[in-house]
């Protein structure tokens, strides 16, 4: 796999992101079967959990901005040193939850399947 560093755009910031071309698809766990017309929406989220502490779980953990989904293209990848914000999570059509995060101190968002978070994500509904 070919690693290199690249600008990704998340919204209307330019952010810095360790980049896997190409994507490598994330297993989320058996849940519910959807249509696949469900397979990556977006889910609304907010900045409601005050929690400013948080961490990936391993290393080479995947941001996706476009929705709480493994279908879902992913933008980047956060490493277990990366201190996080978790703004809130959601729980998917999979019943799967998964926490919005922003990179503390940089203006790199998206979002990650709580199983990837230490502290298994936010506590605070979108």
Known sequence: MESSRIFAALGTVAA???????PVAVAEPAGKEVPAAAACRQHAHS???PFNNGYPSKGS???????PYADCRIDGYIDDSTRLHYHCYTTNDH???WTWVRVVGENIAGWVWDNNLKGNGSA???
């Open 95 to 97: 019943g799967n939850t």
């Open 47 to 49: 900045a409601k959990d």
């Open 16 to 22: 810095v992101l360790t980049w896997v071309n190409p």
């Open 124 to 126: 605070v509904r979108c």
């Open 61 to 67: 953990v995947p941001v996706r901005s476009a929705g």
